[in-house]
């Protein structure tokens, strides 16, 4: 059991020269097992064989982590020939701040495009500035700068279809509200409108077959942003907004397949994991996911279609990467190509009663984070974190790029060969059309602590307890953990660049000192 002062003393070095926000403003007070974890793991040395590599980022929308056995290809060509991050996070896990991490390095409180809706809320953002993002920086090295699919929510309203971001050499992007139409949707390609024939995955994929296959002068980064697993149109006859037509489950919303994958997952049920459809639980908020909604059995049973059809999208994205590498094998350009897939967010269906994303627990914050490239080693799981605006980071570190603004992530490339290493993770969730936050935190290796605007915490042991049924936060043990991870979590909700938490400390000598923590 975790607990008492030599707990509260480690999770304290986990903030570098932050012992103060604990209580412990002097060094010589803690013990001296824990004085040998103060000091970060140095970076590792990373070997670079190619010193500008072509950079293929991936991205598909609302994809879990627990989603990834029904993306067997990519789980082979990434997987089997790259590196699998075990923890992948996104510390903001919502569409717009996840897309916007991904382009600055930035947490959703830095970049400033933090929601989906209102004056904080995607591509109208008012903080949001897209003249500084990885595509600018990029482009002024002389990469070609490649992008399809989906970009931030908003882009295409209040005349803005024909707009082409800065940093964007080649720009094949969905209109809103074009976007969530899976079927002959309008594609704004270099400042003109085309409509396009066929289902949104394969139209994106041809789109990018194309961007990539002709590039030669120049290295290039291309971001292919996938629409699916979203939720989108047209409704069909197996959508439940139709199957259950003037029924109250005729109200989920679901994603749309390929034409060809359509039922062929339809016995498989949802999973049913011990977090699933609670009967509310007294000892979270009030306003905490599991006691807003109640699922009924009728729910449920949609609830199965929606998870259906969520898979058998997958099964298209599944067959578009492998065409991608196709291509690249095609044109002699895979071995000097960095591949990176991942997912803006997770997605929970029944978990805490959730039927979405937006919050703090692990089936909407962890994503696949999956890298194949130059440098990188073959058929390795790395078990430390990494978080959206990591990737970024690692991005412009790979290319030998300036950042063109303060980093809040780090490039990741050093660590895959490390030792597991534990860091410290912000986590952050505003208002669907607002500006203020939901809940701030952090995420500590097996640790997870948030606090809600409203008042109100939780706190969980996830190796312990990796469902996060268990809230430890007024469990008199655990105050020693609970008080340090609270002042963390108060220390890092507002950092920015090098005030943000980057040092990487060894999991194994941490693991074994919380352990060993006496009473």
Known sequence: MVRGRPARAVLATLAVGALAVVGIDDPSRVPESARAVLTPTPTPAFERPVQRPNI???????????????????????????????DGIAPSPMCVPA??????????????????????????????????????????????????????????????????????????ATPDPSTYRFFDQRLSINHRLERQQGYTTDVMTAQAEEMI???????????????????????????????????????????????????????????????SFPDGDPDVPAYAPANVRQFTAADKVALDTVYQRRIEAARGLDRAVARLFRQLRTTGQLDETLVIFTSDNGYAIGNHNLNGKLYHYDESVRIPVLMRGPGLPSGVTVPTAVTNPDL????????????????????????????????????????????????????????????????????????????????????????????ALASLAKRYRGCAGDTCPKGFYAADELSDLLESADA
Request: charged share 25%; net charge neutral; no cysteine.
């Open 213 to 275: 296959g002709e590039r030669r002068d120049k290295p290039w980064f291309a971001w292919v942003n996938y629409v699916a697993p979203h939720v989108g149109g047209p409704v069909d006859a197996e959508a439940p907004r139709k199957k259950y037509a003037g029924t109250p489950q005729g109200r989920f919303k679901s994603t749309v397949p390929d034409p060809d994958d359509v039922g062929h997952y339809q016995d498989v049920p949802l999973p049913r994991t011990p977090n």
């Open 56 to 86: 293929l980022m991936v991205t598909v929308d609302d994809l879990a982590a627990a989603d990834m056995p029904y993306l067997p290809r990519v789980r082979r060509l990434m997987e089997g020939g790259g590196v699998a991050f075990a």
């Open 392 to 483: 970024a980071a690692t991005i412009l570190a790979a290319a030998g790029v300036e950042p063109p603004r303060p980093l809040d992530g780090v490039d990741i490339l050093p660590w895959v060969d490390a030792p597991a290493q534990v860091r410290v993770v912000p986590i952050e969730a505003y208002q669907v059309a607002g500006t203020q936050r939901i809940y701030f935190g952090v995420r500590v290796g097996a640790w997870t602590y948030v606090r809600y605007r409203k008042g109100g915490q939780e706190l969980y042991d996830r190796s312990r307890d990796p469902y996060e049924i268990h809230n430890l936060a007024r469990v008199q043990e655990y105050a020693a953990v609970r008080k």
């Open 99 to 172: 897309r916007a991490s991904l382009l600055t390095g930035q947490y959703a409180h830095n970049h400033g495009a933090k929601t989906v809706r209102g004056p904080a809320g995607g591509y109208q953002a008012r903080d949001w500035d897209e003249r500084d993002t990885i595509a600018t920086a990029l482009q002024d090295a002389d990469y070609d700068t490649l992008f399809t699919g989906k970009y931030l929510n908003g882009y295409g309203k209040a005349g803005t279809a024909r707009e082409v971001p800065p940093g964007w050499t080649d720009w094949r």
